[in-house]
């Protein structure tokens, strides 16, 4: 039986060679079946793609896909995906925070009639207090706004049979958040506990920025729970307005007090536009993913294939 496991790359010239050291080692040990590496260049500036073309001399399980420029992770997981051919994927990030030696407990998984086994970490070792704060409150968000149960603390390192493969592939959305798609599929889905390890080299290239841009992919492609949050918003101060009316009515008609009512009507103001601008802002998110889907563009542009 063939397995795959997927690795996409983005400028990891200083961790490559250490990197395919350890999976060569820990698949030495592997002797029941056959591999093949697929290293997903995601538009690297760097020596990356230099130093996989030479791998790929030496060892011809070694298979790259190369972009044309960089399009981002997901979509770089989406193309390794694609492109293998084996009974079993592994994901798994090249930095070595995924240590190549907890795939052997996977695949025992795999063996046993799983056909996701996803990894939880235990420890977050090397990264900031912020990074742990943001990413322990982004699952538990995920979990009460989405509509399925997306597991917490885990990422995109995991295992997944060859019918979830197919499925995934099978999508027609373009914007793919595999850590809720995964889940959303169903199935016999387990889980193995590893401590996560600090960067082998280099530093990580995923910014404030596209962390937020993938945890807002994450909650609104499995979720209208933001809608419907606004509209109860939307809901309550209607009601509110509404009594503020009365009262003013009643202030008006039936005392002589002339209440100024400057503060109250700034605060009000303020407050309703800043509610209005970040539903319209909601809005706006849910909009533009549907802009992005019906342009129907491709995915990703592949430069070449080598080893395949």
């Not at 990413?135 to 990422?155: H, K, M, N, V």
């Not at 080299?201 to 933001?226: D, H, N, R, V």
């Amino acid at each position: 039986m063939l397995l795959s496991i997927v690795i996409p790359c983005f400028n990891e010239e200083d961790t490559l060679p250490e990197t395919i050291s350890r999976i060569e080692a820990v698949l030495k040990k592997i002797d029941s079946y056959s591999f093949e590496l697929i290293f997903v260049d995601d538009g690297s500036k760097d020596k990356t793609k230099q130093i996989l073309v030479e791998k790929c001399k030496v060892n011809k399980k070694i298979k790259i896909v190369s972009f044309s420029r960089n399009f981002g992770h997901q979509f770089a997981l989406d193309a390794g995906i694609t492109n293998a051919a084996g009974d079993a994927i592994i994901i798994m990030d090249a930095d070595l925070q995924d240590p190549p030696e907890v795939i052997p407990k996977m695949i025992e998984k795999w063996v046993e009639g799983f056909d996701v086994v996803y990894a939880v970490r235990s420890k977050r070792e090397g990264e900031s207090w912020f990074k742990k704060c943001t990413a322990y409150s982004f699952y538990r968000i995920q979990r009460f706004l989405s509509d399925i149960e997306i597991p917490a603390d885990t990422g995109d390192f995991r295992l997944i049979s060859r019918r979830i493969a197919d499925l995934l592939v099978s999508l027609p959305e373009k914007d793919k958040f595999f850590r809720g798609l995964i889940p959303w599929l169903g199935f016999k889905q387990a889980s193995i506990t590893y401590d996560r390890h600090e960067r082998f080299a280099g530093t990580t290239k995923y910014t404030l920025s596209q962390m937020t841009k993938l945890g807002m992919s994450g909650l609104l492609s499995f979720s209208i729970k933001p809608l419907t949050f606004f509209t109860t918003i939307g809901a309550t101060i209607s009601l509110l307005s509404f009594i503020g009316i009365i009262h003013t009515l009643w202030a008006k008609f039936f005392t002589d007090a002339l209440v100024d009512g400057w503060t109250t009507l700034m605060i009000t103001i303020l407050f309703i536009g800043g509610v209005q601008l970040i539903a319209v802002g909601v809005l706006g998110e849910y909009l533009g993913r549907v802009f992005a889907e019906v342009k129907d563009r491709p995915k990703y542009i592949i430069d070449e294939k080598i080893g395949f």
